[in-house]
């Protein structure tokens, strides 16, 4: 399978931030993340924006993008409410998400698993009703910053329920940055196994252990994976929770192994550059720095 | 089998350092290393002391080392000269290395590979004949940061050479840290298949694919890797070469993955927070930052 990088900075990078982007650097992100040839952008968040008030533009950073035909621009959910606000800007792709850990539920959804699950499940038949594609995904799939370890059969379970409800594609968040390959290797084959829909991995890099993950998964046949420009990004949920894996050390990856991602690395570093004068600090990615 | 760590700080570390340490700060470093628990040290060069400045007390270093039963205190050694040096100062274990770039080892070992390879067997065959213990291994065996691509059975050439040579131990080093995972599978499963004694790999993290790197050849049956504490390291004759890996890092993977190394981690994180004062910088070793 060819490998499809999901660029989330504008998402899960931005809402980590103190310094909230204006809405015309958010577009300009967005467009020239997809220049740099990434395929799939997960452009912000329909959350409530007193809890995350990076996201509260979202609508009109939706409303204000030159789209690109062929690139997927999602967005992330929680509830119908945030499904209808999607709809109203003319979002085609959505993503949901269940958290396993129910400490880490009630700080990101505001009600335990169980709860989030049913909310989640309404979505995901609500946006294919809609026509739209869902991506559904469990966060905290590898451990929990709270909880500490989380019973892979919990994190199986979420899944079939999500899959149930009509998600066309899986996602297994680590979003703590706690996972490591033999436990990425043990998950991933059981979900590939008992899911018939693709899997991607949307994994952080809490102890630099994220490209083995990835490299794990990729073994198994995973080819869907999320990053951030940069190495952007965090739970706002989990204090010290760790930036994603920097996209274009993922692509990097891929590529010196003579995998090919449509990414182009020169100019997906420039934009890690723009960024680090705008957030005035520099950013895990290693990419273009020591050649 | 058990997975052993080597620590490379105070010899591939401190050589790229411009700020020389002092002969205590180094034997305290090592006696340090060695109280976290690390079974194997690399403690210094027997190079020439004007290419390489850093090293040129390490006959002070091993006389005035606190040894503790056990511990592997191993010098590089690059010919019969330095080989003397180290037997002067009683050292037991030593290690040589033979380039498998023209470029880098006409600019490391100041002749070409094949020159090096002939001292580099003398070295070995007289270490033998003296009762020591010797590591011997290719370096730039992935990748060369001046010449590119490196032929894979130029690597098994050399090694099978300092193999015949009878070294005890064989160590194949990204010098350049240009290997990706997959590439790693492939010179590993030959090496394993070619050469009867233990293998070790010496792993640079340019990109941030150290770790993937090591996980792709622990799962072939590798046991044996250097770190460096905090990432610290580079080779002096290649610039802009990066750290190794960081050894808290390292032991933090096998640890999170159920496998023990003996190393104590929040004592080896104390010792990289000294690096990093006495060094006035901070050094790229996650663990222990964001826990």
């Given amino acids: ?17 103190k310094d909230l982007l204006t809405l015309s650097e958010k577009i300009r992100l967005v467009e020239d993340l997809v220049d740099c040839g990434l395929p799939r952008i997960q452009v912000g968040s329909f959350v409530n924006p007193r809890a995350v008030p990076q996201m509260a533009d979202t609508e009109a950073v939706f409303q204000g993008l030159r789209k690109k035909p062929g690139v ?11 499904l209808e606000r999607a709809a109203s800007c003319g979002v085609r792709d959505v993503a949901v998400f269940v958290s396993a850990s129910e400490t880490h539920s009630r700080k990101n959804s505001g009600c335990e698993t169980a709860e989030a699950l049913k909310r989640a499940c309404d979505v995901v038949r609500q946006a294919k009703s809609q026509g739209l594609s869902v991506q559904a995904g469990v966060m905290n799939a590898f451990g929990c910053r709270f909880e500490g370890t989380v019973p ?31 436990q990425m290797e043990k998950i991933v084959a059981e979900a590939l196994r008992n899911f018939p829909i693709p899997l991607g991995l949307h994994l952080h890099d809490t102890f630099g252990f994220g490209l083995a993950n990835v490299y794990a998964a990729w073994k198994l046949g995973v080819s869907r994976f999320d990053g951030a420009c940069g190495g952007l990004g965090g739970c706002p949920f989990i204090p010290g929770a760790p930036g994603n894996i920097p996209t274009e050390d993922l ?15 020169e100019k997906l570093t420039a934009v890690r550059r723009r960024l680090e004068s705008r957030l005035k600090r520099i950013l895990p990615g290693r990419y273009g720095r020591s050649v």
């Fill in 1 to 17: 399978m060819p490998i499809l990088i999901e660029e989330t900075a504008p998402r899960d990078g931005l809402q980590n931030e």
């Fill in 152 to 182: 892979e059969q919990r994190v199986l379970s979420l899944a079939a329920s999500l899959v149930d409800a009509g998600a066309d594609e899986l996602c297994l968040a680590d979003t703590s940055g706690l996972a490591n390959p033999l």
């Fill in 72 to 82: 997927i621009y999602r967005a992330l959910v929680l509830n119908e409410k945030g």
């Fill in 251 to 265: 692509a990097h990856l891929f590529h010196a192994m003579g995998l090919p991602t449509g990414i182009d690395l």
